[in-house]
């Protein structure tokens, strides 16, 4: 067992207060494998910005929670050996279980998502409440959901591509009921490959800000995040279908909205298919150029180096280069 602290993390408190106060949303990328956390974490260094690294439960399956949080300890010691001081937070992504969540905290994580949207709203409350009591015995800050964010978790999933927007009338109840650090809602987004449902001529909506503005008067200061931003950049897309592989809809969120909503008052902001299809496709391309390869390093340290400039971008995005 691990405290995050031994680790050189910070939990989400102090990120989020500095965040809502300045108008940015701290960016939390979803990572699967070294050379995507190395990527984030050179642009970070670059950018000096503050981050949240997301793994997700099945992630775990991959790593293990103990080589995770050792990894990203090795990230922080690349800052702090750089003379820099910018915090870092190890999030556990769409925790679905309390003994998931425990594991987490137990083995060095200092942020945990409890995913019980899917849940009647009172069982997402008491869920929440007993992962919120734990997790705050340890220091461990918690995120909780709201609303339906559907669609696919994790890449090459299928999923449904429909949003149950959060009733802003409840955020209230739930925020003191469970005691939740902070709060993800559903405000036009999706999972997958489909984040926005576009309007029948092609175009695509805005995302509810009306929701947003409402949530945030019900609970002003309180830190509200936004899951499923990724732009999906159509040029990769191209690249996967031209060599070899099959992807048809996509529809990714405009990234002056998620800047927008950054203003607002959104603290925290998830980006997971980004990274993926870009390293897919970039592999996809020089495996298929390089048909004789056999080390996986032909692909590896190139995907570095495309993807460290995508979290560079990300970084603008959100607002946050600087506000370590």
Same mark, same amino acid.
């Given at each position: 067992m691990y405290h995050y602290t031994e680790l050189g993390q910070v939990n989400t408190k102090e990120m989020f207060e500095k965040a809502y106060a300045e108008g940015y949303a701290v960016p939390a990328f979803n990572f699967i494998s070294i050379e995507q956390f190395n990527a984030i974490m050179d642009a970070v260094i670059e950018k000096r910005s503050p981050v949240i690294l997301l793994a997700s439960p099945n992630l775990h399956k991959q790593l293990g929670y103990e080589i995770l949080a050792r990894i990203v300890q090795s990230g922080i010691d #690349? &800052?702090?050996?750089?003379?820099? =001081?910018?915090?870092?937070?190890?999030?556990? =992504?769409?925790?679905?279980?309390?003994?998931?969540?425990? !594991? %987490?905290?137990?083995?060095?994580? /200092? /942020? &945990?998502?409890? !995913?019980?949207? %899917?849940?009647?709203?009172?069982?997402? +409350?008491?869920l929440t409440k007993k992962t919120v009591d734990y997790a705050h015995r340890h220091g461990v800050t918690v995120e909780a959901e709201l609303g339906v964010l559907s669609g696919a978790e994790e890449a090459g999933e299928e999923g449904s591509r429909t949003s149950l927007y959060t009733d802003p009338a409840k955020v209230e109840e739930f925020v003191k009921k469970t005691g939740c650090d902070s709060l993800a809602i559903s405000i036009g987004t999706c999972h997958g490959l489909v *984040? &926005? *449902?576009?309007?029948? @001529?092609?175009?695509?909506?805005?995302? #509810?800000? =009306?929701?947003?503005? !409402?949530?945030?008067? #019900? +609970?002003p200061g309180f830190p509200i995040v936004l899951h499923g931003a990724s732009a999906i950049d159509p040029k990769f897309v191209d690249m996967i279908n031209q060599y070899g592989g099959h992807i048809e809809a996509v529809a990714g969120i405009p990234e002056e909205q998620v800047t927008k909503a950054a203003h607002m008052g959104v603290c925290k902001v998830n980006i997971a298919t =980004?990274?993926?299809? /870009?390293?897919?496709?970039?592999? #996809? *391309? &020089?495996?298929?150029?390089?048909?004789? %390869?056999? @080390? /996986?390093?032909?692909?590896?340290l190139k995907n570095r180096v495309m993807m460290k400039e995508i979290y560079l971008h990300k970084i603008d995005v959100m607002g946050s280069a600087g506000k370590a």
């Open positions: #690349r &800052i702090h050996n750089a003379g820099l =001081d910018i915090p870092v937070a190890l999030h556990l =992504d769409h925790g679905m279980t309390f003994a998931q969540c425990v !594991d %987490a905290v137990e083995f060095g994580f /200092s /942020s &945990i998502m409890i !995913d019980g949207s %899917a849940l009647p709203f009172e069982e997402n +409350v008491a *984040k &926005i *449902k576009p309007n029948p @001529d092609g175009s695509l909506p805005e995302l #509810r800000y =009306d929701i947003l503005q !409402d949530v945030m008067n #019900r +609970v =980004d990274g993926w299809i /870009s390293a897919l496709a970039n592999t #996809r *391309k &020089i495996l298929a150029e390089n048909p004789a %390869a056999i @080390d /996986s390093r032909v692909f590896t």
